[in-house]
T-cell receptor, first 113, second 113 residues
Framework: SQQGEEDPQALSIQEGENATMNCSYK?????LQWYRQNSGRGLVHLIL?????REKHSGRLRVTLDTSKKSSSLLITASRAADTASYFC?????????????FGQGTTLQVKP | DAGVTQSPTHLIKTRGQQVTLRCSPK?????VSWYQQALGQGPQFIFQ???????QRGNFPDRFSGHQFPNYSSELNVNALLLGDSALYLC????????????FGPGTRLTVT
């Protein structure tokens, strides 16, 4: 069964607006990662945040992690039509874990030009 | 530097048949993981190979098997295909024993009729 739950399932915004996606998980993690998928093809890694980190930035992306609430959020600022895609959070568990990713159901983002 | 490659891109099989999917990891990566993604769902972990051995396995039946070769490339085999095996099969590679972000191939779209 999948660990993460993402919210919302779908999001539609205008170009230039910010998009926020949330992810919750059930058991303690080693790290949490966000991926983007265009049109049902391969996933592209966006950002990784470790369990001892609270916030990370990468370009227009900002990820926060709240381990007490077992949740994370991905913020995309100044969105562009090219950001239209599905976004997945994935968790890695255990200190000696081999890197098995457990994905959520994903959020489908549509950015209208 | 070539990324992760997968073949074939698309495949149509009949129930009961067997299929082999192939993956070449990103240069310098030694760990290969396979995921199954049903339409509208997040990817689900099938298994992971490191040093030519299956290191971890998800909740998939024995009909799903794999192999890793000395050059780190990998195969996924599915026997006795069921209609429910129709999905996008994703291969991901990683270095450092798989504990960092994973690089995904474009996937193989398998349709079972």
């Amino acid at each position: 069964s999948q660990q993460g739950e993402e919210d919302p399932q779908a999001l539609s915004i205008q170009e230039g607006e910010n998009a926020t996606m949330n992810c919750s998980y059930k058991t303690s993690i080693n790290n949490l990662q966000w991926y983007r998928q265009n049109s049902g093809r391969g996933l592209v890694h966006l950002i990784l945040i470790r369990s001892n980190e609270r916030e990370k930035h990468s370009g227009r992306l900002r990820v926060t992690l709240d381990t007490s609430k077992k949740s994370s959020s991905l913020l995309i600022t100044a969105s562009r039509a090219a950001d239209t895609a599905s976004y997945f959070c994935a968790t890695v568990h255990g200190s000696g874990n081999t890197g098995k990713l457990i994905f959520g159901q994903g959020t489908t983002l549509q950015v209208k030009p | 530097d070539a990324g992760v490659t997968q073949s074939p891109t698309h495949l149509i099989k009949t129930r009961g048949q067997q299929v082999t999917l192939r993956c070449s990891p990103k240069s310098g990566h030694d760990t290969v993981s396979w995921y199954q993604q049903a339409l509208g769902q997040g990817p689900q972990f099938i298994f992971q190979y490191y040093e030519e051995e299956e290191r971890q396995r998800g909740n998939f039946p024995d009909r799903f098997s794999g192999h890793q070769f000395p050059n780190y490339s990998s195969e996924l085999n599915v026997n006795a295909l069921l209609l429910g095996d129709s999905a996008l099969y994703l291969c991901a590679s990683s270095g450092l024993q798989g504990i960092h972000e994973q690089y995904f191939g474009p996937g193989t779209r398998l349709t079972v009729t």
